[in-house]
């Protein structure tokens, strides 16, 4: 049963259409996935871009954090270590 010589360089005729319409296929617009990527792309890049924005003024904007007190018993250790006598003792 070898029907592939019979049909080889014959095409249904249903496929015979597909083919012309193939070949005279134009580009008429954008790849609506390219339009997708280009979006994400650019909600993204200046998602980025803003926030980077935003960071640089926050710097030159905001006045420093405060440090914290540093408790007394902590500074205690601290002398101690160094060798300094607490005061009082």
Known sequence: ????????????????????????????GFNPGLIVL????????????????LYRYAQKALPPKK????????MKKERLRQGVSAPGE
């Open 38 to 53: 280009l979006l994400v792309g650019g909600l993204l890049l200046a998602f980025f871009v803003g926030n980077f924005l």
């Open 67 to 74: 440090k914290k007190p540093i408790s007394k018993k902590k």
């Open 1 to 28: 049963m070898d029907y592939e010589g019979e049909f080889e360089h014959d095409a249904p005729p249903s496929f015979d259409g597909m083919k012309n319409m193939a070949q005279d296929v134009e580009v008429k």
